[in-house]
């Protein structure tokens, strides 16, 4: 292509009879530049561009070829006999040939393969491709566009684009009209159903973020119920790793209702808590261990040590960690917490660094109903392994403790708030210097075992009705990895904050969620309509249960951290050697089964603990069946 680039920029330059005349000296000419040109194009890698995804990045390589190889043929045309036998013009002129010439085949070969994959891709996808609208004209939208067309899959097809801010209608991208704004979508819907093309999903190709500065994100989703179409969301396809990875647009989920702004983590101080050390994480198989766990084996630590008293439960997790080579020793143990000696023996053993404690029943409903149960799972536990922390001279002991200990209603919470009281008077403890007893208390968490989301999800593919048991409950919500991060953060803050010592960390839970608005919204990411697809019925408070939760009680000192998403409570405390002795008492109490005595211990610890009539039942002996 050099040569031929060459010979053509003499020929335009000059009289054909003149070429023919001089034919010799501009066919070497022709063949110098065209060496220039091979050697210039194999030190820049020009051979190793694949024709079928030529794109700009190529025409740059094919420009900065064609002027390297000008310059240089320019050198050695002037070194051999002072650039006299050829027009110095006809240089750059064979430069735009040049360009012309190489970017010219791959332009042609790329939009034919394009051309006959599409063909090749409708022939076999015939009648399967889904009919979709893009919300968005975004870069992001045009990636989208681009890929589908030049793949064999004819997934989709797309067949207008929405957008929101209305200020591109009219407009195309790829061919692809821009019919926006969203207010029109009903019509849009409409129109295209006449034709016998009714879309049946909607895209959204922006990221929750950058789509609620132009809109609102809850309006698409009630106008996409209301016409009974999918709405789905793209990948940032710009930030993709492979141009053959996989694209598929994903359903719109709760978390991108929940207008929670994105968590800003001091990573470093996080990593430098972790990284090169040993971590021990008790509740390892449930909700929130697990996902400790893998954010956890992300931080490079020296050993991951998972304990969990359920055998299928700590096998998942063992097995999900295990399924890439891991660079840290990885321990699974089989124990319950509730287990003195068992707890200790696995704590001495490891001497981990860092101990998460996450073991717990935390099901309101079954510990209201259970509350023995519950008093030696998430009390006595957490004695056990704050002691075995203490004998094995770990460093930091982190419990894991939720809103419902603030000011309780039932006896989980109570539980809960009497294992934070423990571990805050052992931080307090000033016989205690090596090992700090961090709590850090949280809301409910979307998607984690036994939460409300699935029973919703699970009634509404059933078709109904969704069971809510009031229409004012209110709730604190975050996703499970959000939590989890934001414990890794509190965590690493209070190491290096000795001042606070005693202090309980409340994670920033944003706006408290209505429940029934929560059930309207998942109805509606179904793609159906509250109150007329599918029902929603209220069922009445169930034993122990508030309408609305607390992440502070009024009489705890609220400050803020510093710390991102992060504050802390400054509770009422209690004397170590005091509540030693009433974990003593509630063990014997735990042991002789004497259930009357062990509720009005918890009563009387826990101060703000207000039980509900059954409790106050067997509290006084009284079974609650006979009422």
Known sequence: MGAVAMLLSLVLRLDFDIVVRSLTDFLGAAALFGLVVSGVGFLLGLNRGIWRYASLSDLLAITYTASASVAGFTVAQFLLDRLASIPRSSILIAWAFLIVLLAGPRAAYRLYRNRHDIARGRLADRGAGKHVLLI????????????????????????????????????????????????????????????????????????????????????????????????????????????????????????????????????????????????????????????????????????????????????????????????????????????????????????????????????????????LEGLFTNAIGTRNVAEAALRANVSTMILVST??????????????????????????????????????????????????????????????PVTVTHPDMERFFMTISEACLLVLQAAAHSRARQEERGRIYVLDMGLPVKIVDLARNLIRLSGRRPDTDVQIVYTGLRPGEKLYEELFDNKETLSGTGASGILAASPRSIEGALIVRIFDEM????????????????????????????????MSGEDPSKH
């Open 136 to 371: 968005g004209a975004t870069d992001n939208a045009d990636a989208f566009l681009r890929a589908i067309k030049e793949r064999n899959s004819a997934s989709f097809e797309v067949l207008a684009i929405i957008d929101e801010r209305g200020s591109r209608t009219g407009r195309s991208i790829r061919g692809v009209p821009v019919l926006g704004p969203l207010e029109r979508l009903p019509q849009i819907l409409n129109r295209f159903e006449a034709q016998g093309r009714r879309p049946e999903a909607v895209i959204l190709t922006r990221s929750r973020e950058d789509y609620q500065r132009h809109a609102s994100i809850e309006a698409l989703v009630e106008i996409a119920a209301q016409q009974k179409v999918e709405i789905l969301k793209l990948p940032n396809l710009l930030d993709m790793q492979s141009i053959d990875a996989e694209i598929e647009p994903r359903p719109i989920n709760l978390e991108d209702l929940l207008h929670r702004p994105p968590v800003k983590l001091d990573a470093p101080k996080i990593a430098s808590m972790i990284e090169g050390r040993t971590v021990m994480i008790t509740g390892a198989g449930g909700s929130i261990g697990s996902e400790l766990a893998r954010q956890v084996a992300a931080l490079n630590p020296r050993g991951l040590v998972l304990v969990d008293a359920s055998e299928h439960l700590l096998y998942s997790i063992e097995a999900e960690l295990t399924g890439t080579p891991p660079s840290f020793e990885l321990h699974a143990a089989l124990c319950n917490v509730r287990e003195k000696d068992a707890v200790n023996r696995i704590v001495a053993a490891r001497r981990p660094d860092v101990l998460f404690h996450a073991a717990a029943l935390k099901h309101v409903p079954i510990v209201e109903a259970q509350p």
């Open 587 to 618: 063990k014997r109490r735990i042991d002789a089964q004497d259930l009357p005595g062990a509720l009005r211990l918890l009563k009387s610890t826990v101060g703000e603990f207000t039980p509900g009539s059954d409790i106050h039942l067997l």
């Open 403 to 464: 809103d419902k200990a603030v000011n309780p209603a039932n006896v989980m919470g109570a539980t809960k708030r009497m294992a934070e009281m423990f571990c805050q008077a052992m931080d307090l403890d000033s016989a205690i210097n090596g090992t700090r007893f961090v709590t850090v208390r949280f809301g409910n968490v979307l998607g984690s075992a036994g939460s409300v989301v699935p029973l919703f999800e699970k009634q509404i593919r059933a078709g109904g």
